[in-house]
């Protein structure tokens, strides 16, 4: 089972700034926590990803709690191509990447 | 660079028949996954290749799938005698750096665009 919570679905304006959380509670001291996305008829894509300290680069920032047991993935700008399924997942110790069913984000004009 | 590339893109056939699919990753990852992907569902991992010996597989119905990754660079996964159930996407992925040997590069994914099976 996944070991992360997030909303089933979120919807955003255009070019307004998204925020998408994740709970994950019980993370462990060496889980990185990772972002990817789907779109419609995709494979996942690789968002971020990050140990304790905010992460930037040119997709997405991703803001994670002090006490790591949640994080927040940011779209500066939601655009309708950023419309997806959006996956927080953390690295178990059995090595996989375990997907649960994500967020489906929608994004309007 | 080239993505993972992945074939066929579609696939129909009758239940108890068998269908083969191929992946080809990026070129030096050491790591190769497929990824079992039912409509509406996250993507549940099959099987974890590191080279070519398996690293997990603990959730391959291994009564009617199997998957090799000859010399450590393609693979195939088979499914034989399929069921109505198997209809899904069949993701392949590979990652670059070696999930036994940690670090945070170890857990970049690169997918390819998956194979759409549907079992009549």
């Known amino acids: ?109 | 660079e080239a993505g993972v590339a992945q074939s066929p893109r579609y696939k129909i056939i009758e239940k108890r028949q068998s269908v083969a699919f191929w992946c080809n990753p990026i070129s030096g990852h050491a790591t190769l996954y497929w990824y079992q992907q039912i409509l509406g569902q996250g993507p549940k991992l099959l099987i974890q290749f590191q080279n070519n010996g398996v690293v997990d597989d603990s959730q391959l119905p291994k009564d009617r799938f199997s998957a090799e990754r000859l010399k450590g660079v393609d693979s195939t996964l088979k499914i034989q005698p399929a069921k109505l159930e198997d209809s899904a996407v069949y993701l392949c992925a590979s990652s670059l750096d070696s999930i036994l040997a940690g670090g945070p590069r170890a857990n970049v994914l690169t997918f390819g665009a998956g194979s759409r099976l549907t079992v009549l």
């Open chain 1, 1 to 109: 089972d996944a070991k992360t919570t997030q909303p089933n679905s979120m919807e955003s304006n255009e070019e307004e700034p998204v925020h998408l959380p994740c709970n994950h509670s019980t993370i462990s001291g060496t889980d990185y926590i990772h972002w990817y996305r789907q779109l419609p008829s995709q494979g996942p894509e690789y968002v971020i990803h990050g140990l304790t300290s905010n992460v930037n680069n040119r997709m997405a920032s991703l803001a994670i709690a002090e006490d790591r047991k949640s994080s927040t993935l940011i779209l500066h700008r939601a655009t309708l191509r950023d419309a997806a399924v959006y996956y927080c997942i953390l690295r178990d110790s059995g090595y996989a990447l375990n997907f649960g069913k994500g967020t489906s984000l929608l994004v309007t004009p």
